[in-house]
């Protein structure tokens, strides 16, 4: 037994998950509805029905009215005389799939009326046409609205977090289809009522689906009408495809950590042949690992993967576990996404860690006992013309460093630049505060560009709801790049590694724009004054964010170059006072009077004097 996942986007805020389970066997009082108006039958659940979370019954069903308006009413056979109804009251358990409705989880219905989806099929010779499902949902009913259940395991897919969601059953078209003989539809099937014992349905023909939004609700006379956007008709194959695709996690021979890879026909290589052939038939694919780890039966942390290329080399996985002591395990969610339509099959499987293997990937590893291990002695070495001086000379002007300072502060010495203040952005028309700091919306942040290197570090982040999240960017098979375009030239800067500062999952990026850029940068302002922050994946570059950028040469700062006079000249009688000291120092006539004060620019005139240790001591 199996169940097969199909993912559609059927609009940018719905999602249809179109579930096909071979052990899913249902139950409950249904009805055949003949439509005279539009000269179809349909199955719908009866309106007295068993099960109080049956949804796909009547009347939450629309028939129509006009096609040129995409006008609709409800369809109650107890108020239309053309809908002809015939009820099958306790019927024997059919295969039924299961038709889930997600949307994101901030969803509210604030610009429509609601939703509605129509799936039918064809019959034996794919010439008639069979209604599943016209269910509509109104969004104005807090009966209807009480129907989404709010998920405990939000879905992410496209970019987007997938919360709420309403489940629907509609009877198994591939089951279905197959209750025939050599003469036609097996009597007492759903196959046989309806369509009315005549050939049945088609073996061969898709599900169909057209999902649209209710964009209005009217009440004439009465009678309640709805106006729908227009149809977005996708389908999906009634037998579940690629059954022989799957998903494998085995423990590594030479390691602790696990092995990920998908397999068609139990064979690594036979995956990698049919990703071949999925491209070479113009049905590009890629693949999305979801890992979850489960302890004591409680999910934790998830991990996502894509994987765009060299499908035949596993994904190696190390887990950690927080807690358990007993039992763990890790569940592996396979996704077949198509680049072009992102039509979606998931293969699920779980591997169980138990006994002892669960120490192997504990929190803390196990620390080495290297008491008796050989200290080796490291050497830095560094080119002779930056060489150090004195240790001595070295020792004193720190010391003297530390007493101007005060004994109360402490001498950081950094060995490396110190990257530029994070700047944080979000994926929005318009800015957001969270914990106290600004992000800048879409158009909102100003870069300034000097004409050195320039190190930019950007914070990205994204709205659900009222909630700012950081913006999760594929860890492989991606591009992201700080791009300056104009209509004649263009530059790419590509995420600054070495930074060691860049986190995709966290959404925090670091970018370096080299001093030697600045004279494209200069004429790409020149025309076009934009930034652009953009993904690339399979060919395709969007952008995520946009802003506007400017140089400092146009930009100046004001700043006050007044110096008080009192400053300088103190400033000035030191050097003098050190200036005549070192030259009586050097040329052996030292004063017996010591040098009265030191600072930190004393120090360093001392340490270039490369003064000896004897000349030293003359220096309090």
């Known amino acids: 037994m199996a169940s097969t996942s199909t993912y559609i986007r059927v609009h940018p ?88 409705i997600w949307f994101p989880i901030y969803w509210t219905f604030a610009d429509f009326a609601g939703m509605y989806l129509k799936i039918y099929t064809y019959n034996y010779t794919n010439t008639i046409k069979y209604g599943l499902s016209n269910f509509y949902l109104d969004s104005s009913n807090p009966i209807d609205i009480n129907k989404l259940t709010l998920e405990n395991d939000p879905l992410r897919l496209y970019d987007t977090l997938w919360g709420k969601s309403i489940t629907l ?33 088609s073996t061969t023909s898709p599900i169909y689906i057209d999902f649209r939004y209710l964009t209005s609700k009217q009440v004439i006379l009465g009678t309640t009408v709805f106006f729908t956007t227009p149809p977005l008709l996708t389908s999906t194959p009634q037998a579940p495809q690629y059954s022989n695709l799957a998903v494998s996690i085995t423990e590594a021979t030479d390691g602790d ?122 050497y830095n070495v560094k080119p002779s013309n930056n060489m150090l001086p004195a240790q001595t000379a070295i020792n004193y002007a720190l010391s003297q460093q530390a007493n101007a300072m005060g004994a109360n502060n402490n001498i950081k010495y950094v060995s490396y630049p110190v990257l530029t203040n994070i700047t944080n952005i979000v994926a929005d028309l318009v800015d957001a505060i969270s914990n106290g700091e600004t992000y800048y919306g879409l158009g909102g942040l100003e870069l300034v560009i ?63 724009i080299l001093a030697t850029d600045y004279p494209t940068l200069k004429t790409i302002f020149a025309t076009n004054s934009n930034f652009y922050l953009t993904i690339t994946t399979n060919s395709t570059e969007t952008v995520v964010y946009d802003g506007v950028f400017s140089l400092l040469e146009d930009v100046p700062r004001n700043v006050n170059v007044a110096v008080p006079t009192t400053i300088a000249t103190n400033i000035t009688e030191e050097t003098a006072q050190l200036t005549f000291s070192l030259s009586s120092l050097t040329t052996g006539t030292a004063s017996t009077k010591p040098i009265i004060s030191t600072t930190g620019q004393t120090a360093q005139q001392i340490i270039d004097a490369q003064l000896t240790a004897s000349q030293l001591k003359q220096i309090k």
């Not at 038939?281 to 693949?287: N, R």
């Not at 914070?459 to 999240?469: F, I």
Request: proline content about 5%.
């Open 13 to 100: 805020q719905a999602l249809v998950e179109y579930i096909q389970d071979d052990s899913f066997y249902y139950a409950d009082n249904y009805s055949i509805v003949n439509d005279t108006l539009n000269s179809i039958t349909s199955f719908e659940f009866s309106k007295i029905v068993n099960d109080p979370f049956n949804y796909n019954k009547i009347p939450n069903q629309l028939y129509l009215i006009d096609p040129i308006i995409n006008k609709f009413g409800i369809a109650d056979p107890d108020i239309n005389s053309f809908l002809q109804e015939v009820k099958y009251p306790n019927p024997a358990p059919s295969r039924f799939d299961k038709v889930k």
């Open 450 to 512: 000097n004409p050195f290197d320039n190190v930019i570090k950007m914070r990205v982040a994204e709205r659900s709801g009222n909630v700012l999240n950081p913006m999760s960017f594929p860890t492989s098979g991606s591009t992201i790049q700080l791009v300056f375009k104009s209509s004649t030239t263009a530059l790419r800067v590509d995420l600054y590694m070495e930074s060691n500062q860049v986190d995709l999952v966290n959404g925090v990026l670091v970018f370096k």
């Open 257 to 378: 950590y696990f092995l990920i890879n998908g397999i068609y026909n139990n064979s690594i290589s036979e995956f990698n042949a049919f990703m071949n052939t999925l491209a070479s038939i113009g049905q590009q694919s890629y693949i999305l690992f979801t890992i979850t780890n489960f302890e004591e039966g409680l999910p934790q942390d998830t991990t996502n993967i894509y994987v765009y290329q060299n499908f035949s080399t596993p994904y190696q996985y190390r887990p950690i576990f927080k807690f358990t002591n007993t039992t763990a395990s890790i569940q592996v969610q396979m996704s077949l996404i198509n680049s072009a339509s992102g039509a979606t099959v998931n293969q699920v499987t779980e591997i169980t860690v138990s006994g002892t293997d669960i120490g192997k990937y504990g929190k803390y590893a196990t620390p080495i006992n290297i008491s008796s291990a050989l200290a080796a002695t490291i």
């Open 169 to 201: 059953y509609v009877p198994s078209v591939n089951a279905e289809s197959q209750n025939r003989t050599t003469s036609g539809p097996i009597l007492g099937t759903i196959n046989y009522n309806l369509t009315s014992g005549n050939q049945g349905l």
